[in-house]
């Protein structure tokens, strides 16, 4: 034990011997979070009459682990015969993972608390005589919550536990299988914690501090479905999601039949559900205490003010409702006075009487009024059947470039974001931005675009979202295009409808004043090599560090030819970027990168060893080009093939 731990050795007064060392896990798939385990071995003096015993001082192992440990120790020192303390502790290593998987054995912290009782009274002082202090009368303080009853810890049978075990195993393997290879995925050490993605069905509908939400922990314990389903949003505000939380805790112990892929999936689909059950749940405990206090209040004040009554026992106060005509057409709090339009002595009364209208325009309900500038979007002769509404969520398009005319696609605009992007010939920027309105039987514009260093083409396949005429309920998003029709059920009644586009316009109303963005710099030249078409390379492209690669490659980074990137490391000042682009070194086409044959003339560009040998029939049968090596070269000279030549 002091050549392989080297331990500090100290000993009791009963002549117990004491070795603390520490014992790293020599597997290397060890899968727990554990660096080494601070081991206590004490050693009787007795030994090995007596059996030595092992004490785990681990601060950061909770102490019921640390003792299922011990008892493993305890148990391996019963299994083995006359065993030395070398060999319990190689096999204390071997089976530390499971002394670790075992479940937490039960354990009990004592706290002692200390009698304050005399540091909270006011010190006597040795001579004051002075009376107490009597202390105002208070409000009766409302009674203390009552403690909750203790409720043991639920058991389970080894049936139970086995049948959980093989459901948890199998549930989480098709978790992993569906989910491994997204985004924000991410499993804790001990396969209890998982971190995964989620995207919530009605991201528009969820609270303020919901909306960023982008993965969650789902806590599955380790007796799943014994125990129930946990879940923490990620990235989100506490106050918002401490109820979606227990919402989603309450209903996973319900449903314990659901599997671990139902869970999420009812999670993303009905999350704005939820919030809205936990905002109006917060609402009504708010109403009830507000409520409380008020008849609190109020019986305060009746119980400290005089009763005020007729003879006759009812109160003198009348409550006088306010007439509804006061508040028609004086809603920004003008005086009856200060009014000129509603009276009627106005002098400007006109001699067919009636009375004056008012002229103020309010505001205007639902979406604002865009500003008519950049190029307009409309669908004329669109039908709608069955839709109040329909609005462009997620928008496609494509548009032409204003220096090199080349068609670009723009994908993914949303209302009201402004995104940037590049040409993909002559990588100048642009800018573009959607700004929504919505189609209705009376009005066939879905908006405006705003580009910069580019122009509106045309409509891609978008994404569109329709409001049910019957129930007012917006859908989820349909994709469509020109000339297509789209055909669907609403959600909440039911009820079929219908849309087509039969044409997309643009109306340029404004030209793009604000100046282009800053491009990369001038255009560089085209390189001009001197190649003709059909005719080989120099060396046919071969360079000294690659003598069989029959190309040359036009870099990326700086758009110039190189045979190799040796030649491109020697010759530029700058660190290369992959060639989409190589010159075949047979008949000097450019084109873009292949492998191994060229697209034109269909020769490989890269070329073979062992030209000349004879290597299974592949190589040369010409005995003149064959190697003095080749057992062939020299075969049957002389014989019928002497008699040919002859």
Not at 53 to 66: E, Q, S, Y
Not at 312 to 321: A, L, N
Not at 441 to 466: E, H
Request: charged residues 30%; aromatic residues 6%; glycine residues 6%.
């Amino acid at each position: 034990m002091k050549k392989r731990y080297s331990p500090l050795q100290n000993t009791l007064r009963d002549g117990t011997t004491n070795l603390q060392f520490h014992l790293k896990p020599s597997d290397p798939d060890f899968p727990f979070e554990l660096d080494y385990l601070e081991c206590e071995l004490q050693v009787p003096a007795s030994y090995p009459e007596e059996p030595p015993h092992l004490r785990v001082k681990n601060k950061d192992i909770p102490r019921g682990f640390a003792v299922n440990v011990e008892k493993g120790w305890d148990r391996l020192v019963q299994e083995k015969q006359a065993p030395t303390l070398l060999a319990l502790t190689n096999a204390l290593d071997k089976n530390l993972e499971v002394f670790l998987s075992e479940r937490k054995a039960e354990t009990v912290t004592l706290l002692s608390f200390k009698d304050t009782r005399h540091i909270d009274s006011p010190a006597n002082v040795l001579g004051d005589t002075s009376s107490p202090k009597t202390e105002a009368p208070s409000k009766p303080q409302s009674a203390s919550a009552p403690r909750k009853p203790y409720i043991p810890e639920e058991s389970f049978t080894e049936e139970q536990v086995s049948a959980a075990r093989a459901r948890r195993a199998q549930e989480i393997r098709q978790l992993e299988a569906r989910m491994s290879r997204l985004p924000h995925y991410q499993k804790s050490a001990d396969g209890v914690v998982y971190t995964l993605p989620l995207e919530p069905r009605r991201r528009g509908e969820l609270p303020v501090g919901l909306q960023r939400i982008q993965s969650v922990q789902l806590i599955i314990p380790l007796l799943y479905p014994l125990q129930s389903l946990k879940v923490l949003l990620n990235d989100v505000e506490s106050k918002d999601a401490e109820a979606v939380e227990d919402l989603f805790a309450a209903r996973a112990a319900q449903q314990k039949q659901m599997n671990l892929t139902s869970h999420l999936n009812y999670l993303s689909q009905n999350i704005h559900t939820m919030a809205k059950q936990a905002t109006a749940a917060r609402k009504e405990i708010e109403t009830t205490q507000t409520s409380t206090e008020n008849a609190a209040n109020d019986a305060d004040q009746e119980a400290s003010a005089p009763a005020v009554s007729n003879p006759d026992g009812k109160s003198h106060i009348h409550v006088i409702p306010r007439p509804p005509e006061w508040s028609f057409g004086n809603e920004s709090g003008e005086s009856e006075e200060d009014s000129d339009d509603d009276s009627w002595d106005s002098e400007d009364e006109s001699d067919d009487g009636g009375v004056a209208v008012n002229t103020r325009v309010g505001s205007i309900s639902g979406m604002a009024q865009q500003v008519e500038k950049g190029t307009a979007i409309s669908f004329p002769h669109i039908e709608l059947h069955g839709i109040e509404l329909l609005q462009v969520a997620i928008l496609n398009i494509s548009v032409k470039c204003e220096r090199c005319r080349t068609l670009n696609d723009i994908t993914g605009l949303r209302p009201e974001t402004e995104k940037e992007s590049s040409c993909k010939k002559c990588a100048t920027a642009f800018t573009t931005k959607f700004r929504q309105e919505l189609v209705h039987q009376n009005s066939v514009r879905a908006g405006f675009i705003d580009v910069a260093g580019c122009t509106v083409n045309d409509m891609l396949p978008s994404t569109f979202v329709p409001t049910c005429s019957k129930c007012s309920t917006p859908s989820q998003g349909l994709v469509s295009v020109r000339a297509e029709t789209v055909t669907n059920v609403c959600r909440e009644c039911h009820a079929k409808f219908t849309f087509k586009i039969p044409e997309v316009k643009f109306l340029a109303i404004t030209h793009n004043t604000t100046l282009l963005p800053p491009t990369s710099g001038p255009r560089p030249k085209q390189e001009k090599l001197g190649l003709h078409a059909g005719e080989p390379l120099p060396n046919r492209g071969a360079c000294a560090h690659y003598r069989r690669s029959y190309r040359w490659f036009r870099f990326g980074c700086c758009g110039r030819v190189h045979a190799c990137d040796r030649c491109h490391d020697e010759r530029e000042d700058h660190p290369q970027e992959r060639a989409n682009r190589m010159v075949c070194g047979w008949c000097s086409r450019e084109q873009n990168f292949a492998v191994d044959t060229c697209a034109f003339c269909g020769r490989g560009v890269v070329g073979r060893r062992g030209r000349g040998f004879w290597e299974g029939g592949k190589g040369t049968r010409d005995k003149a080009r064959m190697s003095r090596k080749d057992k062939r070269k020299f075969r049957r000279v002389g014989g019928s093939e002497g008699r040919k030549r002859d």
